[in-house]
């Protein structure tokens, strides 16, 4: 079965500072990867997705991710934090059925992230 | 606007009470799923329709059930309730991307259910 983990649950950056959010990720097969945004009081917002192809995606509001096989990750970053960035961050892997195309989210538990002026 | 639309917003009921949260998919999309965002279980994905079938199921308890109409929109179904259901309800939506493997979930705005 697969599972992800988010080591950090809270990290605090500076408005303007570099962030990188880790995600790692564990499953048997090609992983199908993405990252979810949930601002408080809304619902999930996709930032990128992984499924093949170029390491490196590019998402929305700046954001890339890195997929890097050898180390089952798929870490967020961003060059320069905007306090609107301010949110909770979630890594998942989606499920490959054999035969058949549906996917079934396994999330990791969130990192909180807080952006100081 | 991910396109993906819940009803109610809200939703504050006692324990044993029923149920029923709705979700209507983006246009085109097939899939719908449905999470529970919960404090101590996370995100955790109940039930997944296809096209009006049932498609996969995850850790939905027997008190819920899910059901997909022909005009796609798809309610969840939550009787017996007791206290530790409080939640907030996500339903996703996905269009079939003609390939085997994963599609792309854009999730609605969510149901927030407070069982008192």
């Given at each position: 079965a697969q599972s992800v983990t988010q080591p950090d649950i809270h990290i605090t950056v500076s408005e303007g500072a570099s962030l990188e959010l880790r995600c790692n990720y564990s499953y048997g097969a090609t992983p199908y990867l993405f990252w979810y945004v949930q601002s408080p009081g809304q619902g999930l917002q996709l930032l990128l997705k992984y499924f093949?192809?170029?390491t490196l995606v590019q998402g929305i509001k700046g954001f890339e991710a890195e997929f890097k096989r050898s180390q089952s990750s798929f870490n967020l970053r961003k060059p320069s934090v905007h306090w609107s960035d301010a949110a909770e961050y979630f890594c998942a892997v989606g499920a490959r059925a054999g035969g058949t195309s549906y996917g079934k989210l396994t999330f990791g538990q969130g990192t909180i992230l807080t952006v100081h002026p | 606007d991910s396109g993906v639309t819940q009803t109610p917003k809200h939703l504050i009921t006692a324990t044993g009470q029923r149920v029923t949260l709705r979700c209507s998919p983006r246009s085109g999309d097939l899939s719908v799923y449905w999470y529970q965002q919960s404090l101590d279980q996370g995100l955790q994905f109940l039930i997944q329709y296809y096209n009006g079938e049932e498609r996969a199921k995850g850790n939905?308890?027997?008190?819920f059930s899910a059901q997909q109409f022909p005009d796609l929109h798809s309610e969840l179904n939550l009787s017996s309730?007791?206290?530790?259901?409080s939640a907030l309800y996500f339903c996703a939506s996905s269009v079939p991307t003609g390939v085997r493997g994963v599609e792309t979930q854009y999730f609605g705005p969510g149901t927030r259910l407070l069982v008192l």
């Open positions: 093949s192809g170029d | 939905i308890l027997e008190r309730l007791e206290l530790g259901d």
